[in-house]
Structure formats: C-alpha cells, structure tokens
C-alpha cells in the first residue's frame, strides 16, 4: 500500500509500501512526529485529503491492554506507558505527609523517614553529628557535647576507657564497674574500695595491721585489739586462756600449765624489806649518804640516793611509764632496791642476768645487768642491778672484753669508778673484769697491785 500524508506546512511526502498494521503504526508515529514539531516543513504532509480519508476508513487497531509493550501512553487502552515499557494504569499520586504526623513506613513521608514512634521525622543521624536528644540519633545517644554517640556501656562491658562507661571507670580488668570508693563509703566487698578491703561494718577502711604494728585504736588491727603500748596484739585472754606468757592474759599472769590466772597472792613474809627511817630526807637533790640511804617507791617513782656531777650525793627520783609502768621493790643483798617493772620485764626463778651494753661519754663500754629477781608482790621480774665496766667495745648487746698482760696487774678506769681486774679465761687468755665502784658510795684505788674499792 502506498501512504501519503500531508501538512499544513507543505505538500505531503510519499512513503512507501508496507502491511496494514505497520502502515497505521507508522501513521500514528508521523502524526506524533508533526504534533510535536519533529516533521520539517516541505519534508512531509500533516493534514488530510482524500487518500487520508481513505486511510482512515481502514480499520480500527484496538489499544494495548495492560501488560503490553508500548512506547507512548497513546498506544495503551489506559492511556499510560510505564517507565519501564509497559501499558499500565494511571499511577494515583499520593501525597507524603510532613513530619510529625502518623506513618507506617518511609513512603508515607515527605522525609523519607518513619520513626519508631511510628511518626513522620527527618532522618536519625550517624555518630559525631549534632543533636540535641537522644531520638535524633542512630544510636540513641546524644553526649554531652550535644553529637551522637554509642551509648554508655553498663557495667560488666568491656571497655578501653572511662569515657565508654556509664559508671565513668573502666577498671583495670577492661570492664565497666561503679569507681573504687573511699574510705569511709559503703561497701559490700573489698574489690568497691580504694583500699581494697570492706569491714564487717560494710565499711571502706585501710587494711588491718598484723600484730606488732603501731595502732591508734582496735579498728585498725586485724586481731581488733591495740595494746597500751600502741600496737596490734592478739586480745589477751581470760583465766583459763592458753598461754605462753602474762603478756597473753588479762590477768598478767601465765601459770605454770600455760593457762591464764590471777596472779597467787604473795605472803606477808616474801622479802624482809627495809623499813625507811622517819629522819630520811627523800626531796629531790636533798644531800644523802649512799651507803644507810633506804630506796623506796613514792607517788610510783623509784627514790635512791646517787652521786651528781660534782662528785656530791644527792636524793634523786625516777617516775614508772610506759612498758615499765610500776614501781615496786626487791632486796639487792640486804638492801632495798626500787625499780620500776612491767610485764615485759617478767621473768622466772633461775632465768640468766639481761646484760644491756652501752658505751659511756669516755668512750669505755659499759655492760648493764639486769637480774631476774624477786619483787614484793611475790613475782619475778628483770631489775637493773648496776653497770660494770667492761675495758672493751660493745656488740649489739655485749661487751666485747679486752685481753690484758697479768704482769701489769689490776687498775682503776680513768675516772676512779670502776676496777679493772687482768683475769684468766678459761682458754688460757686473760681479759680486763670490773665492778662498779660508785654503787655503794666508793672508789677505785690500787693497793699493792690490786684495784679495790674504798
């Protein structure tokens, strides 16, 4: 078949044959083509004349359905062709709703989000954007610095800083915990404290002291006693407490069975003491005679009589303290001696002298003795029984004795008041052996070879 149209513009161009259907495509398309503008005048004929009308007496081509390849929307019956090349029904637009208002999904909104308030929102923001709450946020956390954030983790989260924490404290096990706390907080165990020890108050304190550290009050031992002397010690026990010495009783006294007791009380007739003379002037720095002078104890302070530094003797007075807390009396010979004791100084019948060495202001080394002794009350205690000099050095506790020549015999120490004896050991070697002379009021004078006190 042959086809010419014709336009407004010019005569119509003479196309060339083709079947039925395609000649009315291709029809349909050129009238699209000069609708449009696309035909250039002179090229091609727009209009209708007689072989139009024949043309259209051919007839009708049905639309496509739905469903159906098309090009254009006037192929289709529905009057629409689908992005995607199909006849399709007209899409009803419908309206997104702004923020605010309900939604079931993303579509229903101009945003684009749906939150899960199930309302109309702008979109949640990544971390490190700004916000101003927490439903902004894809996390669900705005910080303090007004951006989003991962959440705080809880306790028991891992974690490389404190800042990840809602306690603020990662602990030194890379958790989250509540921060140590400080002495004096509750607490249920140790690991809450700063201390790292919770007490049976539920308390945050220091650890306790073992025994023998210095302590103010019981609290801060862990045996919960602090001695008179301000240190931990185990709690001393009552009558029938094991024991190995008073200082393990209440009572002070460890008898023999190694049990706690009250001390036995002593008889009347224990020591024969020295009565103190009515006519004895006992006031400090009073003028006295050494060898008659009776020790005594008054107000707990041991009274005796001494030489001072003028060579002169006067009454001199000690008060009892501290780990020697009482002035009691025991017999040196046959005279009273006062001394001041104290379960420290407790010591049984037969037990060897404690010798103390010291060295004197002349540089000689002076050996202190104290004597396990008898005392009033019935018990034993160390008492200091004088000073001898040893012509040696001190080590530790000990005088260390010089060896001497026998053929230069005896002699007094430079300041008259001890002898100084040249005698054998049992080795064979001799060594220096002296006596305190100014115990009794004397002095050291060489008689004929012989250091002696007068």
């Known amino acids: 078949m042959h086809a ?8 119509c161009v003479s196309l060339f044959h083709f079947p039925l259907r395609e000649h009315f495509y291709m029809k349909q398309n050129l009238k699209i083509a000069c609708i449009l503008g ?43 062709c689908s992005p995607n090349g199909f006849c399709a029904d007209v899409p009803v ?3 997104k709703k702004p ?19 199930w309302l109309c929102s702008d979109p949640l923001k990544s971390n490190g954007m700004g916000c101003t709450n927490a439903d902004e946020c894809v996390s669900h956390y705005c910080n303090a610095q007004g951006l989003c954030a991962d959440a705080p983790k809880t306790n028991g989260m891992g974690c490389t800083n404190a800042d990840e924490c809602v306690s603020h404290y990662c602990n030194a096990q890379g958790l989250c915990a509540d921060a140590p706390k400080a002495n004096g907080e509750h607490c249920v165990k140790d690991d809450e404290c700063i201390s790292h020890y919770c007490n049976s108050e539920w308390t945050c304190v220091d650890v ?10 019981a609290d801060e031992c862990l045996s919960h006693y602090c001695n008179d002397a301000g240190k931990c010690a185990d709690e001393p026990k009552a009558n029938g ?12 006294y460890c008898d023999s069975d190694g049990k706690c007791a009250d001390k036995p009380k002593p008889s009347s007739s224990v020591l024969d003491l020295q009565e103190v003379p009515d006519s004895q002037n006992n006031t400090d720095g009073a003028s006295c005679d050494i060898k008659t002078f009776v020790e005594h104890c008054k107000d707990n302070r041991i009274v005796w009589c001494d030489v001072d530094a003028d060579g002169k003797s006067v009454v001199k ?9 009482t002035c009691s ?40 003795t104290y004597q396990c002794m008898q005392f009033e009350d019935g018990h034993y205690y160390y008492g200091y029984i004088g000073l001898k000099y040893c012509s040696g050095k001190c080590t530790k506790t000990k005088c260390v004795q010089e060896t001497c020549d026998p053929t230069q015999g005896h002699r007094c120490s430079d300041d008259g008041k001890y002898t100084m004896e040249c005698n054998p050991l049992e080795d064979g070697t001799y060594i220096y052996k002296s006596f305190n002379c100014s115990d009794d009021g004397s002095k050291c004078t060489v008689m004929e070879g012989w250091a002696t006190c007068m």
Request: charge should be negative; include cysteine; charged fraction near 25%.
């Open 4 to 11: 010419v149209l014709r336009s407004p513009f010019g005569p």
């Open 38 to 80: 696309l035909v250039a005048s002179g090229m091609m004929g727009c209009g209708s004349d007689d072989h139009d009308k024949k043309e259209n007496e051919q007839p009708s081509i049905e639309k496509l359905a739905n469903g159906e390849v098309c090009v254009l929307g006037l192929e289709c019956a529905s009057g629409y």
């Open 93 to 95: 637009v419908i309206e």
């Open 99 to 117: 923020n605010g208002q309900s939604c079931v999904s993303a579509n229903d909104c101009a945003s684009g989000y749906c939150g899960t308030n």
């Open 208 to 217: 306790p002291k073992a025994n023998g550290e210095q302590c103010a009050k």
């Open 241 to 252: 407490g094991k024991c190995t010495s008073g200082t393990d009783c209440v009572s002070n």
């Open 317 to 325: 007075s000690d008060s009892c303290e501290g780990d020697y807390p």
């Open 329 to 368: 009396l025991t017999l040196l010979g046959s005279k009273n001696r006062a001394l001041c004791i104290g379960n420290k100084s407790e010591c049984t019948k037969g037990d060897k002298d404690d010798n103390y060495c010291e060295t004197d202001k002349y540089g000689f080394a002076i050996s202190q």
